[in-house]
T-cell receptor
């Protein structure tokens, strides 16, 4: 089945040690998103790619970066994780950015920072 | 910018009963989309139902339906015949124009036998 796949499901890193989360999709969607969701909170958009065009949210810390080497893959890089970056990270895709396009989500990566 | 308000942190319902989850939104755009997602404890966000701002009829998808009141800027989710598997977090979300999806804080639904 076509889907959005996130690896790993759980990731543990050390304070200040760079970490990369990965997302792949078989839907051939143009748009890929990264959301951060802390416990009992709403998902918060970090950034998204519309094809190769990178769109950063204004309040996303510089510590967070992203790469999209091709249509299928997108990576979230956290350069120096802090304790406050422990969260669920959700990858999502959509065909386009119009109002009727639903997002398809992966299962998420739960990041712990020790 | 979109603002989504879900005023019910938690809701309880008995199996086989219907439940309504509230959502109001704030936008100055004429064209927008309204979505509901379900997030079980496993973490994945599952799309449930969509309502467009120009849709004249309330959306329905199986046991899910929306009570869309455009003048009041509300889009309440109705789940009929609740099942134990419906226990989850429910998020209301909206987008408009080329803006990305904004989520509310969610409502935790617990279905009891």
């Amino acid at each position: 089945d076509a889907m959005v796949i996130q690896n790993p499901r759980y990731q543990v890193t050390q304070f200040g040690k760079p970490v990369t989360l990965s997302c792949s999709q078989t839907l051939n969607h143009n748009v890929m998103y990264w959301y951060q969701q802390k416990s009992s909170q709403a998902p918060k958009l970090l950034f998204h790619y519309y094809d190769k065009d990178f769109n950063n949210e204004a309040d996303t810390p510089d510590n967070f970066q992203s790469r999209r080497p091709n249509t299928s893959f997108c990576f979230l890089d956290i350069r120096s994780p802090g304790l406050g970056d422990a969260a669920m990270y959700l990858c999502a895709t959509s065909r386009d950015r119009t109002t009727n396009e639903k997002l398809f989500f992966g299962s998420g990566t739960q990041l712990s920072v020790l | 910018a979109q603002k989504i308000t879900q005023t019910q942190p938690g809701m309880f319902v008995q199996e086989k009963e219907a439940v309504t989850l509230d959502c109001t939104y704030d936008t100055s755009d004429q064209s927008y989309g309204l979505f509901w997602y379900k997030q079980p404890s496993s973490g994945e966000m599952i799309f449930l139902i969509y309502q467009g701002s120009y849709d004249e009829q309330n959306a329905t998808e199986g046991r899910y339906s929306l009570n869309f009141q455009k003048a009041r800027k509300s889009t309440n989710l109705v789940i009929s015949a609740s099942q134990l598997g419906d226990s989850a977090m429910y998020f209301c979300a909206s987008n408009s124009g080329y803006s990305t999806l904004t989520f509310g804080k969610g409502t935790m639904l617990l279905v009891s036998p």
